[in-house]
């Protein structure tokens, strides 16, 4: 099946710092999602792309879907120890069903990040 | 608008047993995907549902089986349980509306013993 190649795994920073993560895939996506996710808790969406190139900020975060539509990159600006979290980026493959009806989700294995305070 | 509401949040089941998991999506929302999310494997898909039907199928054993209700809500059966099944199942629902974006709820956690 599809696989989504996230990294770094983990990330230990200061807070204020900035923080960058991506994902890669060997085939085309046609949506890219970024979710986060607290213990215990479900994914809660960020950020979604639909487009190449399609740069989308929520607040300090900011994702772009890559121009060859196998990448993508979340970045968190300034972070805050409330940023802790594993966050996901998650898509849609294109499997040429330009009605979108697969709504079955790719998983990257998550970036665990640590905001020491 | 209430979020995606998942029951019970915490079960343990001994193997051999059999569990039934219930999720009520956003209102408006046809559409339920279900998730099987362990530290080893990350978050896998296991089912949608839409109008009642299943469109999609992860690569999970006929163990796993799901339903869909006229009113949306879905549920999950899993069957003859194993150690293995012992994870954090998450339900997700999306609207159709031109978007692919799925709003997951807090996830029903298994143990099995």
């Known amino acids: 099946g599809q696989q989504l190649n996230q990294s770094p795994q983990s990330m230990f920073i200061q807070e204020g710092e900035d923080v960058s993560m991506n994902c890669t895939s060997s085939?085309?996506?046609?949506?890219w999602l970024w979710y986060k996710q607290d213990p215990g808790e479900g994914p809660v969406l960020l950020i979604a792309?639909?487009?190449?190139?399609e740069l989308t900020s929520n607040g300090r975060l900011t994702a772009q879907f890559g121009i060859t539509r196998k990448d993508s990159f979340l970045n968190i600006s300034a972070s805050i120890p409330s940023d802790v979290g594993i966050y996901f980026c998650?898509?849609?493959?294109?499997?040429?069903?330009?009605?979108?009806?697969?709504?079955?989700?790719?998983f990257g294995k998550g970036t665990l990040l640590t905001v020491n305070p | 608008k209430a979020g995606v509401t998942q029951t019970p949040r915490y079960l343990i089941k001994t193997r051999g047993q059999q569990v039934t998991l219930s999720c009520s999506p956003i209102?408006?929302?046809?559409?339920v995907s279900w998730y099987q999310q362990t530290p080893g494997q990350g978050l896998q898909f296991l089912f949608e549902?839409?109008?009642?039907?299943?469109?999609n199928k992860g690569n999970f054993p006929g163990r796993f089986s799901g339903r869909q209700f006229s009113n949306s809500r879905s549920e999950m059966n899993v069957s003859t349980l194993e150690l293995g099944d012992s994870a954090l199942y998450l339900c997700?629902?999306?609207?159709?509306?031109?978007?692919?974006?799925?709003?997951f709820g807090p996830g029903t956690r298994l143990t099995v013993l």
């Open positions: 997700a629902s999306s609207s159709l509306r031109g978007t692919n974006e799925q709003f």
């Open positions: 085939s085309i996506f046609n949506t």
């Open positions: 792309l639909y487009k190449a190139g």
């Open positions: 998650a898509g849609h493959p294109d499997d040429g069903n330009s009605g979108g009806s697969n709504y079955k989700l790719t």
């Open positions: 209102s408006g929302h046809r559409s």
């Open positions: 549902y839409f109008s009642e039907t299943q469109r």
